[in-house]
């Protein structure tokens, strides 16, 4: 057989016998000669470098002939394809390295989340798998596992979602040519109901919390109710940031829970949660509360500084506290079970239910888009719908009303 072309790569066999000087014999030694089985087979193969000058690239350790042009073929078909896989790159190695990357680059509770799902459920799954031999049928075939074994199929969708990602990682990187993932992902799961209060029983919930308790937290519920803030929002908001006397106030902070226990302040999540909020004259109130305690032992006219809802010592509120307390209290009046959001969709009723514009609702929530909030709470506009459909008939009912003041009714009898 002629030899094969530089570019086309080339096949031999090499051993690790040692010369009297100690180099090894790689290719040369005499033992390889003839046909003998001693040592292995290995390729070479000269691929472009980034300077553009070729550069050799070579692999050994093949048992057999076949192994080494096999790995050779694939070695040049990822060449031309413009991938840069590395056929021995396990699962487990290759989201151990996208862990390592995506912990600069996430919130400390999404990160946890998805070292938790690589940590205890992909890598013992699929972690012996080569990256480049994962297919859709892996995936299907653990997620059946899965399901079948009591497993909620939102947690086994979200634990798929957090693989694809990370699969998708490596397709963008041409790590391979495609992510198996999307051909083999559970429908994405219906959300859940969304419950809320009405009117009548959100301000029971206030009274209450004002003529029993009449803490910082009866305070820190009006703020959530009359403004629809969040909850990591209004434990992360600082006096600072408070304009009580223009009755405004920056959301800059979220305050969360990494896995309930380390707390961690950064910043809100998109560009427009990071934005003002209105305060209504109740709310105004609320924090005027707190700002007389918070000056109490001060001297007078010192500037307020750090959280406005804290422990005694300024140290932050837990968020787990405040879910625990507003069902207990709840609880204590008969009000149905909530949870801390869904004060905000509670918020976010009361204003689409008193006619607020949805633009308007869209601004105070501070979501990204007007779509978005149309997706969450279009559903409570049937008002809207009755209105559109209203004027509709009221400008055909004027026209008429108009065509008939013009023309006379001897028109109309002739047009019939």
């Known amino acids: ?159 798929g979602a957090t693989f694809s990602s990370a699969v998708g990682s490596a397709m963008r990187g041409r790590l391979i040519a495609d992510n198996p993932c999307r051909y083999a992902m559970l429908p994405r799961p219906a959300a859940q109901e969304r419950i809320c209060w009405n009117p009548t029983q959100a301000a029971a919930s206030l009274r209450h919390n004002h003529t029993h308790y009449g803490d910082q937290l009866a305070d820190l519920f009006e703020l959530l109710l009359g403004t629809g803030m969040r909850r990591g929002e209004a434990l992360g908001l600082h006096w600072t940031d408070v304009h009580l006397p223009e009755k405004t106030l920056l959301v800059r902070w979220n305050l969360t829970a990494v896995n309930n226990n380390r707390l961690y302040l950064g910043h809100p999540k998109t560009k427009a949660s990071r934005n003002w909020v209105s305060l209504s004259p109740r709310v105004a109130a609320a924090l005027e509360r707190q700002a007389v305690l918070a000056r109490v032992g001060q001297p007078p ?82 008002h809207a719908a009755r209105d559109a459909v209203t004027a509709i008939d009221r400008a055909l009912t004027r026209a008429d009303r108009k065509h008939r003041h013009q023309t006379g009714p001897a028109s109309e009898d002739r047009a019939v």
């Open 1 to 159: 057989m002629a030899p094969r072309p530089p570019e086309h790569g080339r096949l031999y066999r090499r051993c690790g016998c040692r010369r009297p000087d100690g180099r090894q014999f790689g290719a040369a030694c005499p033992k390889l000669k003839g046909r003998s089985r001693h040592g292995s087979w290995a390729f070479a193969v000269d691929l472009p470098s980034a300077d553009g000058r070729s550069k050799p690239h070579c692999r050994s350790g093949f048992p057999i002939r076949t192994a080494a042009h096999e790995a050779l073929e694939r070695a040049l078909t990822c060449e031309r394809s413009g991938l840069y896989g590395d056929e021995y790159l396990t699962l487990a190695a290759y989201l151990t390295d996208w862990l390592r990357t995506k912990e600069e680059t996430l919130k400390p509770t999404t990160f946890v989340r998805y070292r938790d799902y690589v940590r205890a459920d992909l890598i013992p799954s699929f972690g012996r798998i080569a990256l480049q031999d994962l297919r859709p049928r892996h995936i299907t075939a653990w997620q059946e596992a899965e399901l079948a074994r009591g497993r909620g199929r939102t947690t086994v969708y979200r634990i």
């Open 301 to 382: 006219g010192t500037p307020l500084e750090g959280l406005v809802f804290c422990q005694p010592d300024g140290s932050p509120l837990r968020p787990q506290s405040i879910l625990t307390e507003l069902r207990q209290r709840s609880a204590e009046i008969d009000l149905s079970r909530i949870g801390i959001h869904d004060l905000r969709h509670t918020a976010a009723t009361i204003m689409i239910s008193s006619r607020v514009p949805l633009a308007v609702v869209s601004k105070t929530l501070r979501h990204s888009t007007l779509s978005t909030t149309v997706n969450l709470y279009g559903h409570l506009l049937p």
